[in-house]
């Protein structure tokens, strides 16, 4: 983690081209690592697939298609909300490490908790949809609530207003400093 003034120097290259700053920002910090859990993700579902004998049909792969995709949103749109608390907050390193905490509670089913956790984790920081909402389109295809038929439209709300709040943030944003 860098200190607060040199993150400063690093950000400001970001301002002064002439494109969107937060597309350049993301595509500058694409992890080429990722790529490879993308692929032990991709075994692991396909192994878990096999052996929970799910029906492999086109409708099936498209509902898979569509939720990945719309997990990633989520992910991504609290990942970046958090982040984007450096632009307020000076020091903000914890918020990242308690999303991070937070992004734990998507490996268990939401309906584990109690009712207040429960609403926390679907409409605040909303990690059911990154894993909950989306199973249940694929194993439980006579009982799947509301919600989960309308996760692609909330993942792209999210991310939509996760990249409203750190577009404010770079617009507050405080070129001074030595």
Not at 9 to 25: A, D, E, L, S
């Amino acid at each position: 983690m860098c200190s607060s003034i040199s993150c400063r120097k690093f950000f400001i290259k970001y301002c002064f081209r002439p494109i969107n700053v937060f597309f350049y920002f993301m595509s500058e910090v694409f992890d080429v690592k990722g790529l490879g859990q993308f692929a032990f993700g991709i075994g692991t579902l396909v192994y878990a697939w096999v052996h929970i004998g799910i029906p492999v049909t086109p409708l099936v792969i498209l509902k898979l298609i569509l939720f990945l995709i719309t997990a990633s949103l989520f992910m991504i749109a609290i990942m970046n909300a958090a982040a984007a608390t450096c632009f307020w907050i000076v020091g903000s390193g914890y918020v990242m490490v308690i999303m991070f905490r937070f992004k734990d509670f998507a490996k268990y089913p939401s309906n584990i908790f109690h009712g207040v956790f429960r609403i926390l984790f679907t409409f605040v920081i909303p990690i059911a949809f990154v894993a909950y909402y989306p199973s249940l389109s694929i194993l439980e295809a006579d009982s799947v609530p509301v919600l989960t038929w309308c996760a692609p439209a909330l993942g792209v709300l999210f991310f939509y207003l996760s990249y409203k709040f750190w577009m404010l943030g770079v617009r507050k944003y405080d070129f001074t400093g030595s």
